[in-house]
């Protein structure tokens, strides 16, 4: 597992991010439509064509897999395919990971709005989702000293249906033993823990410390 680095200027960097957000936001308000519209057939058949058009029109250009894990020489981390936090990827809520010191009582913490595209139960959270989100959360607070640290057990227990809307996620690390790093996160709506997590993440042997990891995720 290669982290790719990318010779960017700080200015190429922010218009990169200026030209992918507004995209990436368009796309996750599409999402959002498709699942709630109650437009007739012939509006969804048309509107069917129109997305193929923009779909063919990307695709004209495009690397060959996955975006992979990219960082620029100032350490901005470039994560953009991401699954939960990627500035790339519409499926992403898209989670901001806000980070702190190792030394803070709350290491991480992610405020996001979930919509119709995460529903598990009805008007709630799936599940999986609900996971999904912990391990980011957890694996960021875990890699917080710079050395990337991976999911190598992750348990969660759900104590109450999580409502579709606002939530935070808070993390700490209570135990840092060499390459391994203890993390607990809660989730909370409005206050009230609805689910709680743990995890054990490990450095795998041999990874190289990327730039300290502070401030916000990307
Ligand atoms: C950078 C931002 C981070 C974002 C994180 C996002 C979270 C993710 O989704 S990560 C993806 C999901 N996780 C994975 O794909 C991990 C897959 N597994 C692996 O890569 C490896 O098994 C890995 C790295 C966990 C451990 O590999 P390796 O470095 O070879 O471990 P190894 O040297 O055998 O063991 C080191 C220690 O960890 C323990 N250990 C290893 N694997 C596990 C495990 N799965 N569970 C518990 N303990 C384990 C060993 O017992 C050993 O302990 P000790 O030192 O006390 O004897």
Do not use: C
């Not at 139960?121 to 000293?145: I, K, N, Y």
């Not at 109450?160 to 840092?176: D, K, S, V, Y």
């Not at 009230?192 to 990307?218: C, D, K, N, Q, W």
């Amino acid at each position: 597992m290669e982290f790719t680095y990318e010779d960017l200027t700080a200015d190429e960097y922010h218009h990169r991010v200026a030209v992918y957000q507004p995209l990436t936001a368009a796309l996750r308000e599409l999402l959002d439509a498709v699942i709630r519209t109650e437009v007739d057939d012939a509006t969804v058949h048309s509107a069917t064509e129109t997305i193929s058009e923009v779909t063919a029109a990307l695709r004209a250009q495009q690397i060959p897999g996955a975006y992979g894990v990219r960082h620029t020489a100032e350490g901005r981390g470039m994560a953009w395919g991401n699954a939960v936090i990627g500035l790339r990827n519409a499926i992403a809520p898209p989670l901001t990971v806000v980070r702190g010191s190792v030394t803070d009582p709350v290491v991480a913490h992610a405020d996001v709005e979930l919509g119709a595209a995460y529903e598990g139960p009805p008007g709630h959270v799936h599940g999986g989702v609900v996971s999904l989100l912990f391990d980011q959360v957890l694996g960021e607070a875990a890699s917080m000293t710079g050395l990337p640290s991976y999911t190598g057990t992750l348990t969660i227990r759900y104590l109450r249906p999580t409502p579709l809307g606002p939530l935070r996620i808070e993390a700490f690390t209570p135990e840092r033993d060499g390459r391994k790093t203890l993390a607990r996160a809660a989730m909370l709506v409005d206050g009230a823990v609805t689910a709680e997590a743990e995890g054990l993440f490990i450095s795998p042997r041999g990874m190289t410390p990327l730039h300290p990891f502070a401030g916000e995720s990307r």
